[in-house]
Every structure is written in structure tokens, then in C-alpha cells.
């Protein structure tokens, strides 16, 4: 009997096998749950449906998460194949390329939208979708944050803008869902070579820097994070809400 034998999970922000949300899906497997996965496009379908058969799912639907109407077929979908649900791991970020490169202050309006409506509210439509599903009193919800959120890293802008909201709303839906049993935490993780890193000019330092300076002296793997999002989302848990959890080899408590 696994940890989260007989629970439901829907897992958004798979792209590849290198994802967080994939590390995520693995650990979630192995102890017993049964998971639905999103794609945002049709090239990333192609790469989400065999991962998903790996793990024995058949639940494989479309999410583009600015869309409301993606959001509400998606639940209806959820409602309709596994009448319920337990988890939801929103695993799910984007900022305009250039936003990524020039300094914060010339951050466009637009872009400025872009990455608040992708990277942070979409955990608020997700969660208010999700909810009304999570009739088992225990439900858990987990979103992936960074650093950046909370002190500058050169470069991470308006990212770290929306990772500051994206924090701030975990703590209010945490606040709101709580009567309803439903618990909501992030995992703050240290830099890991992923597609949404690969477009990062000057990562590879990144990695490096963090390496060096971490208490453990080394960059964290997305098995660790998947190891910590099943402490997060099983009955371990049962008293955690509204917290962000560090998996970055502690680098975080390092003041010099
Ligand atoms: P990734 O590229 O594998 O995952 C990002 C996902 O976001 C992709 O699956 C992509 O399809 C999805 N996405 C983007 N726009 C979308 C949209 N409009 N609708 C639906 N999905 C959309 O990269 P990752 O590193 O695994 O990122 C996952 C999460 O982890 C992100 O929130 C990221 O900020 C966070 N994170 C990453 C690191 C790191 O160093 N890689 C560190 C800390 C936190
Ligand atoms: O959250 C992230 C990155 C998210 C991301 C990545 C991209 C690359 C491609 C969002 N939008 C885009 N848009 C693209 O066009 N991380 C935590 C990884 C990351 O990104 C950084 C970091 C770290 C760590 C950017 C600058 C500094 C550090």
C-alpha cells in the first residue's frame, strides 16, 4: 500500500522527462496515485502522451492555463473520467524572453501581464477549478517557486515579480481553501537544468554559483523535488498549508 494509493492527481507543466513536473508525476507514481496530465500545444502533446502511458495514465487533455475556457473543460474532463480529485501540482511559468535579458525597469505592460497571468494566476483559476473536486476533505495542492521571489538574481525580473505573487497566493488560497480540508504549499527549488532553463543566457554559472555556495555543495535534481511534492501532497503533510518549502541544498540560508 503506497502513500497515495486510490488518490487522484492532475499534473500541470509536464514538457519533457526533464521537467520538475515530471520528477514531480514519478515520485507521485510510485506511491500509488493515479495522475492526469495537460499539454499547452500540439508539439508538446507529442511529448506528454508516451510519459504519461509510462506511467499507466490515460488521461491526457489540453491546458493552455491563460485560457478559462481550457481551465473549465479540463475540470469538466477531470469530473467526467475520475469523478474527483485529491492532487494538483501546478508546475507552470513563462516571461517573455526578453523580459529575461534586459534590466527589470524596462519591463513592457504587456509583458509585465504575460508573465503575472501565466506563472501566478493561473494557480488561482487552477485551485478554483480544482476545488470543487476535492471532495475527500484532504485535498493538496503544490506550485513550484524560486528564490527570486523573494531577494534580486540578476536577470530572473519580472519572473521574480510573478514568483512574489505566486508566493503571496499560496498564503491567501491556503487562507480560503483551508475549511474545505484543502491544503496549499509551494517548493521553492534551486536551479535545475530544465527546458524553461534552457533559454537562460549565463545558466550554466547559475548552476555553478549555487554549487559552491549551497551548505550541501551541489545543485538538487528533480527526484528530490518530486521526493518533497510527495511529503507535500500525502496525508505526511496533513498539518502543512500555506508554507514554501526549500529543496536547494540550503542555499538559501547563506547570508555571505
Ligand atoms: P519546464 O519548461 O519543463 O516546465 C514549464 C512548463 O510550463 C512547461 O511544461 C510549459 O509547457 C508550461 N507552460 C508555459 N506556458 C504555459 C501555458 N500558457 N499554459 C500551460 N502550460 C504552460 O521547466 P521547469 O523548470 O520544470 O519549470 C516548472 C516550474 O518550476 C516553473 O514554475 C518554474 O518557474 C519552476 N522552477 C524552476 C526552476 C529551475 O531552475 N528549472 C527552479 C525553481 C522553480
Ligand atoms: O522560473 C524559472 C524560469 C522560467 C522561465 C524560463 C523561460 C525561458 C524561455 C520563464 N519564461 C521563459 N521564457 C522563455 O522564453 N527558473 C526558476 C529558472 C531560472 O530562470 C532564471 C534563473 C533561473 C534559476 C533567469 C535568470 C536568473 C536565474
Sequence with gaps: ???????????????????????????????????????????????????????????????????????????????EVFGHLDILVHAVAFANKEDLKEPYVSTSREGFRIALDVSAYSLVALARGAAPLMTGRNGSIVTMTYYGAEKVMPGYNVMGVAKAALEASVKYLAHDLGPQGIRVNAISAGPIRTLAAAGISGFKSMLHHAEEKAPLRRNVSTEEVGKTALYLLSDLASGVTGEIVYVDAGYHVMGA
Excluded: Q
Excluded at 492527481?9 to 507514481?29: C, E, Q
Excluded at 493515479?34 to 491546458?63: K, Q
Design 1 to 79: 500500500m503506497g502513500l497515495l494509493t486510490g488518490k487522484t492527481g492532475l499534473v500541470v507543466g509536464v514538457a519533457n522527462d526533464r521537467s520538475i513536473a515530471w520528477g514531480i508525476a514519478r515520485a507521485l507514481h510510485a506511491e500509488g496515485a493515479d495522475l492526469g496530465f495537460t499539454y499547452p500545444v500540439p508539439a508538446i502533446e507529442e511529448r506528454v502522451r508516451p510519459l504519461a502511458t509510462s506511467l499507466g495514465s490515460r488521461f491526457v487533455e489540453p491546458c493552455d492555463v491563460t485560457r478559462d475556457g481550457d481551465i473549465d473543460a479540463l475540470f469538466a474532463k477531470v469530473r
